[in-house]
DNA sequence: CCACAACCTGACCATTCGGTCAACATAATT
DNA sequence: AATTATGTTGACCGAATGGTCAGGTTGTGG
């Protein structure tokens, strides 16, 4: 049984690889087309000549146009989650927010397609995700925004209204993914170097963290 | 010679009302349309219907699918840069960036459409109006950077770097308008109420004023 | 080595879309 | 009233797109 459960596990460690590597290909190049073009813009010709394949591979590994944009879709959600994580254990709102603000301007720098997809996926009404609005964003949602009423009750910032806090940090944070076009043609049309990045974020961590009275 | 001006233009009247209004219905169409959909998932039959016109009727007034676009990207961008007005002649950033950002709040509420069009038009790279960007954009930022560092140096507000101060107000703004179902499914699926767009402006304004220091 | 399953792909198809056009209707001009 | 200019529209077309499929190749287990 065990010997049995290794080696298949040995033998279709080859196929999983072809799999998981085709898989990985696919999504990367879906989600920069997705995010270039938008999702009735994009092609699956133009996904399949991104990845390098022939268009036929990719409805073998997606069925459908939609279900690789979900998959896409989904990806992204999972990164913005798991920002989160610095804003849980935080002693109060310097450290809490302070680091959020740095993770979520992290990601917009490291994965602007993926951002941008969101976007998108949002202003069209929110068609393939709308469940995961309604359920995993609302509770994580919830959860945060206690956390900053608790900092708020403890005297620990000033009484801002949670809900729109949030909003505004995301709207900051993902403003320089979404609109990187618009900021870098204001750049002299380059990207923002390694002190532009951190110049950006300071400046938003400064005005926030003074706006809500923790500095 | 001014009666016959005068009767050419009396007897023009008729044609370029009818003209002003089809343009206006079809404009107006393509804006939601263009918004709900984005350019590519947009179809001339689907604005069409919207304008309760036969297709064809779009292409006597807009050669192609593209100019039309442009012209509604034009529009919304006229409008933004009318906003800036209330910026200009404020005696200092309470007053000015006070009133810029219930300017821009307000036009996030009644023209929603509008913004997602400009989002979704920078965010695929800007194709349509990058020359925009490169002349009219970048003066109006670089006129208003000068305000804001000159109220700096005058000592009116702390030192924040103005671009990226401008960069968050628009972030914040337009989150409301692009961001709206997203923010809409948030609040038990209803759309914001007076007093809740009220205490949006509010909470944008108390945060950013305070975080610049004039609090 | 054989048989089975997973993977690959060129060719093809039905549908949809942007755009055209000829014929017609209405308004303006002479 | 006749003529011209402007506005209207159903029918049509070529091109592009999402998706299918049969037949092939490669890996896997016995």
């Known amino acids: 049984m065990n010997e049995n459960a290794q080696v298949s596990r040995i033998s279709k460690g080859r196929r999983t690889e072809i799999r998981r590597e085709n898989e990985r290909v696919i999504l990367d190049a879906a989600e920069k087309v997705f995010a270039e073009a938008g999702f009735g813009g994009a092609t699956m010709q133009l996904i399949a000549d991104m990845a390098g394949l022939p268009k036929a591979n990719l409805h073998y590994y997606f069925p459908t146009k939609e279900a690789l944009y979900r ?58 995700i709308q469940d995961y609005l309604e359920t995993t964003l609302r509770d994580w949602t919830a959860g945060r925004m206690a956390v900053i009423q608790r900092w708020i009750d403890e005297g620990k910032m000033a009484p801002v209204d949670p809900r729109h806090l949030l909003y505004m940090l995301w709207a900051m944070t993902q403003h320089y993914a979404d609109f990187g076009h618009q900021i870098e043609t204001l750049n002299h049309g380059r990207p923002l170097s390694d002190a532009q990045w951190h110049e950006a974020t300071e400046t938003v961590k400064t005005v926030i963290l003074r706006g809500i009275g923790v500095i």
Chains 1, 2 share one sequence.
């Not at 927010?97 to 301007?105: L, N, Q, V």
């Not at 994965?111 to 929110?126: L, R």
Request: proline share 7%.
């Open 71 to 128: 998959q896409v879709v989904r990806n992204i959600f999972e990164i913005w989650l798991h920002a989160a994580d610095s804003f849980d254990d935080a002693p109060g709102p310097v450290e809490g927010i302070g680091r959020y603000i740095e993770a979520k301007m992290d990601i917009s720098r490291r994965h602007p397609h993926g951002s941008k997809v969101w976007a998108s996926e949002v202003m069209h009404g929110a068609p393939v």
